[in-house]
């Protein structure tokens, strides 16, 4: 085992965190997709997290890529605007595997245009078929036309069912007690201020698309209003732009590379810069992720 990851468990142990920092893929995927969706950077950016902290907050949730694979922490509070988003983490959360057989994700145009032209479910197994197939029949998650191109890559169907069966359990294990909000970010990440809270955010890219978010004010500007004097230690993923540098100068600032699929339909994936800004030295440790107890 490397050097570095040997130290990293005996401070991980000390401070009662056991974790089999070797193997990967035991932690907890995403069951959805969402336009700005960590699941590729995912483990670029916990590997910067701080290494201890009992309360953790995620602002702008959307899939959750990050949320699934972090640690588990005593207090833990994720959000987003959307509601449909914040419906899907809280019904997944009370439905069992039978429910799961009986929902059909087949895709297809009117099927999908009927959900979105109809108000959401009152009933949390329907909703929650409903908003994964919106999710799952768009582009990107966008959640807002359908895409026959994704049709095409077999995003649908039966597969669909199987694999959210299989993650079932351990997707309802990590949501275990995290408190799960729909409002503004503002309002969240003022809860528990203190040192030893730990807020990723992951906001709105600043200047680009965002089609199929919740209309909102997200600004730099504003974010750094409201960033600038926390206690609890905060990290920001945004995308590299000279203002971004410039508003946030007198923090820490790392950029990393990204490949952007929405950008380019046409060419597929490019290659972008994203920034990492954060009120604490950014160290980078090894990637340790979530460990979900009923897997192998
Ligand atoms: C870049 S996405 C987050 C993606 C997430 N990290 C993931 O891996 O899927 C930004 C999210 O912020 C949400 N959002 C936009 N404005 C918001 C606001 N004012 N307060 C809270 N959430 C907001 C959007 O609905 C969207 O899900």
Request: charged share 30%; net charge positive.
């Given at each position: 085992?490397?050097?570095?990851?040997?130290?990293y468990?005996?401070?991980?142990e000390?401070i009662?965190?056991?974790?089999?920092?070797?193997?990967e893929?035991?932690?907890?995927?995403?069951?959805?997709?969402?336009?700005?969706?960590?699941?590729?950077?995912?483990?670029?950016?916990?590997?910067?997290?701080?290494?201890?902290?009992?309360?953790?907050?995620?602002?702008?949730?959307?899939?959750?890529?990050?949320?699934?694979?972090?640690?588990?922490?005593?207090?833990?509070?994720?959000?987003?605007?959307?509601k449909?988003l914040?419906?899907?983490?809280?019904?997944?959360?009370?439905?069992?595997?039978?429910?799961?057989?009986?929902?059909?994700f087949d895709?297809?145009?009117?099927?999908?245009?009927?959900?979105?032209?109809l108000?959401?479910?009152?009933?949390?197994?329907?909703?929650?078929?409903?908003?994964?197939?919106?999710s799952?029949?768009?582009?990107?998650?966008?959640?807002?036309?359908?895409?026959?191109?994704?049709?095409e890559?077999?995003?649908?169907?039966?597969?669909?069912?199987?694999?959210?069966?299989?993650?079932?359990?351990c997707?309802?294990?990590?949501?275990?007690?995290?408190?799960i909000?729909?409002?503004?970010?503002?309002?969240?990440?003022?809860?528990?201020?203190?040192?030893?809270?730990?807020?990723?955010?992951?906001?709105?890219?600043?200047?680009?698309?965002?089609?199929?978010?919740?209309?909102?004010?997200?600004?730099?500007?504003?974010?750094?209003?409201?960033?600038?004097?926390?206690?609890?230690?905060?990290?920001?993923?945004y995308?590299?732009?000279?203002?971004?540098?410039?508003?946030?100068?007198?923090?820490?600032?790392?950029?990393?590379?990204?490949?952007?699929?929405?950008?380019?339909?046409?060419?597929?994936?490019?290659?972008?810069?994203?920034?990492?800004?954060?009120?604490?030295?950014?160290?980078?440790?090894?990637?340790?992720?979530?460990?979900?107890?009923?897997?192998?």
């Amino acid at each position: 085992m490397p050097h570095n990851f040997i130290i990293y468990r005996e401070r991980l142990e000390g401070i009662g965190i056991k974790q089999n920092i070797e193997k990967e893929g035991l932690g907890v995927r995403t069951f959805f997709s969402r336009l700005g969706g960590k699941i590729l950077l995912r483990k670029k950016i916990i590997k910067y997290f701080p290494l201890e902290y009992s309360t953790y907050i995620e602002p702008f949730v959307g899939s959750g890529a990050l949320f699934f694979q972090s640690l588990k922490k005593p207090k833990e509070i994720i959000n987003d605007l959307d509601k449909d988003l914040v419906d899907m983490f809280r019904d997944i959360r009370r439905v069992n595997k039978d429910d799961i057989v009986k929902m059909n994700f087949d895709l297809n145009k009117e099927r999908f245009d009927n959900y979105k032209n109809l108000p959401s479910p009152t009933d949390y197994r329907k909703r929650l078929e409903r908003n994964i197939y919106i999710s799952r029949g768009s582009f990107a998650g966008m959640r807002r036309s359908f895409s026959s191109s994704i049709v095409e890559r077999g995003r649908g169907g039966d597969a669909v069912n199987r694999r959210l069966i299989q993650d079932l359990d351990c997707i309802q294990e990590r949501l275990k007690g995290v408190e799960i909000l729909n409002t503004d970010y503002k309002k969240v990440i003022k809860m528990h201020n203190s040192p030893s809270t730990f807020i990723y955010l992951d906001p709105p890219y600043f200047e680009k698309a965002t089609g199929g978010y919740p209309k909102s004010s997200v600004s730099p500007e504003e974010l750094y209003d409201n960033l600038k004097s926390l206690k609890s230690r905060w990290l920001m993923s945004y995308n590299d732009h000279p203002l971004i540098r410039q508003i946030f100068k007198d923090f820490y600032i790392k950029s990393i590379d990204t490949t952007y699929v929405f950008e380019n339909k046409i060419k597929g994936r490019t290659i972008g810069k994203e920034l990492l800004i954060s009120n604490y030295p950014l160290v980078e440790h090894p990637y340790v992720e979530y460990e979900c107890s009923l897997k192998g």
